[in-house]
């Protein structure tokens, strides 16, 4: 979805890749006929359009060969660049301004600039305006509202340990002065509103709250509940979660979330590390189901925002290009299990790593590259081989794949493919000593099968200790109830095994079933044909 233009409620705008797996073209939806009607062919390799308030394309965000991006000017079809920055640093679009001319822009282009921050950018003479920046200096601007009825920017949005709002009107000062108030505690965002922006729906949320809507008249302040998103789950049994700092081996301040069982002295607790995905993402403050799920469960949860990770500005970020599983990237995580060690928080001796996609990749390497550290991992739709992972990256990834390139590495480059090698966990499997679940859909686009299935006929030929957990109705992440349940079902009983946390003796017999249906005899696993052609150089399942 592009553009929802205010004047036509009827329609939306949205890109859709039927066409060219790899490129969007530009359609305007009718909700109600579900008609639709092209308005772009995009055959400009076109990562992404911008259109302003009336719904009129205005702008394109294209990538150049060097991973760069560049900013074109549409005007009858013709693309003309007018801006452009590095692969290290950001040039994107936000929003228009109402008067139609300039168009607010989040960047943090320039040799003087670190933080992205918020201006004014007009694409016909081409001069910016700034608007707005973190002001303590900490993080990247996170986002902007903007009024539904006048569309004035009304706020900026920071995220640092916790969510900072600044308003720009009275109006709504006084607004989240009331929400404040009212829920102390928590963190509130806006989901929708009428375009009087009288009436909102409100998401309050916390750590310890998946989040509650409620329906908020600005005229008579009133507050009204709605629905829970998880009625049945009760707050007084979930744990709390604080933001830590650590340093990490050459100084750098890492910031990190920490969530320990309720009721329970942090004090020589098992642990389990639970790095993010992306990885350019970041973790925040807030309800997390398996960082809740292990805490109830007696685990210390770990959550490092380690470098490469998004939201502290373009230095945090690029420090961790090239730099994954052997390289700053994991050093971070490595450095965050003997902060929690120091701090007396941490057993040593039951500590667990677990993590999806990414994440799913840094508990391989941890396992892998310091097999000392770590007493078990659970690898979640985690890629195993760097080469097979870039190699098989989904079509509407091609746009941005010069960016993956110089960000990770290009496996056709010789001395890419050398370092790419000795950052896979695959290539380094015999150092593996931990016991490992890997847990993966048949259906991935992302990372395919082939990436769990590697590792497991590499750990199964060395004569270690791999489970393998296979979906065949499931993608980048599980989506079906009773596929969820079977796999927390039996990380739980992994993790108890491994590092001694509670876990549920009973269960019922149509689980005991579905967690026997995902559960793959790993004597069957066989070296997918699409990994071959990576591995010929060390052949390391031989």
């Not at 205005?58 to 590095?86: F, H, P, S, V, W």
């Not at 943090?108 to 305006?129: A, H, M």
């Not at 859909?441 to 590792?455: L, Y």
């Not at 876990?503 to 005991?512: A, T, W």
Request: proline share 6%; hydrophobic share 35%.
């Amino acid at each position: 979805m592009i553009s929802v233009p205010k004047s036509r409620p009827n329609e939306i705008i949205i890109g859709l890749n039927d066409r060219d797996p790899s490129y969007h073209d530009v359609y305007c939806l009718n909700l109600t006929t579900g008609a639709r009607e092209l308005l772009i062919k995009n055959t400009e390799k076109v990562a992404d359009f911008s259109f302003d308030l009336n719904g009129n394309v205005r702008l394109a965000i294209r990538q150049m060969e060097d991973g760069g991006t560049e900013l074109l000017r549409i005007d009858d079809n013709k693309y003309t660049r007018i801006a452009q920055c590095t692969f290290e640093e950001t040039l994107s679009p936000s929003r228009f301004h109402k008067d139609g001319k300039r168009v607010y822009m989040i960047t943090n282009k320039g040799k003087d600039v670190n933080l992205s921050r918020l201006v004014l950018f007009n694409p016909q003479t081409r001069e910016e305006e700034f608007v707005d920046a973190d002001p303590e200096g900490e993080v990247d601007i996170a986002g902007a509202a903007f009024a539904s009825d006048t569309d004035e920017l009304v706020a900026t949005v920071y995220v640092g340990d916790r969510v900072r709002i600044y308003p720009r009107e009275e109006r709504l000062k006084k607004d989240l002065d009331l929400l404040r108030n009212k829920f102390p505690e928590a963190e509130f965002s806006v989901l929708s509103s009428t375009l009087d922006w009288r009436l909102f729906l409100v998401n309050v949320y916390s750590d310890v709250d998946p989040g509650s809507v409620y329906l908020y008249d600005r005229n008579s302040e009133n507050l009204t509940l709605l629905y829970r998103l998880r009625p049945e789950l009760n707050s007084e049994y979930l744990a709390f979660m604080k933001p830590v700092r650590y340093k990490a081996r050459d100084g750098v301040e890492i910031p990190a979330y920490l969530t320990t069982p309720r009721g329970v002295a942090p004090k020589n607790l098992p642990v389990v590390i639970l790095p993010h995905g992306g990885p350019w993402a970041r973790d925040t403050w807030g309800y997390g189901a398996f960082t809740q799920y292990l805490a109830n469960r007696g685990y210390a949860v770990f959550q490092p925002n380690f470098r490469g990770s998004t939201g502290y500005g373009k230095e945090f970020l690029n420090a961790g290009n090239g730099e994954w599983g052997t390289g700053i990237m994991q050093h971070d995580i490595t450095d965050g299990v003997k902060y929690l060690v120091e701090q007396g928080i941490a057993d040593p001796e039951r500590v667990g790593i677990f993590g999806g996609s990414y994440g799913g990749y840094a508990t391989l390497a941890g396992l892998a590259f310091t097999p000392d550290l770590y007493r078990a991992g659970i690898s979640y739709v985690g890629p195993s081989n760097l080469i097979t992972l870039i190699k098989s990256v989904p079509p509407y990834w091609a746009p941005m794949l010069k960016m993956f390139h110089k960000r990770v590495g290009n496996p056709d480059d010789p001395k890419d493919r050398e370092r790419l090698m000795r950052q896979s966990p695959l290539f380094s499997a015999d150092k593996i000593k931990a016991p490992l679940l890997v847990i993966q859909g048949a259906n991935d686009p992302r990372v395919k099968k082939a990436e769990s299935e590697q590792i497991v006929v590499a750990l199964r030929d060395r004569g270690r200790d791999v489970e393998y957990l296979l979906a065949e109705d499931e993608g980048h992440g599980f989506r079906s109830p009773e596929n969820s349940i079977a796999v927390s079902a039996a990380m739980e009983r992994f993790f108890a095994k491994q590092l001694g946390g509670r876990m549920q003796e009973e269960m019922s017999g149509n689980l005991s079933a579905k967690i026997a249906e995902l559960t793959v005899d790993i004597g069957t696993v066989t070296l997918p044909d699409t990994a071959g052609s990576a591995l010929t150089e060390t052949s390391p399942l031989r």
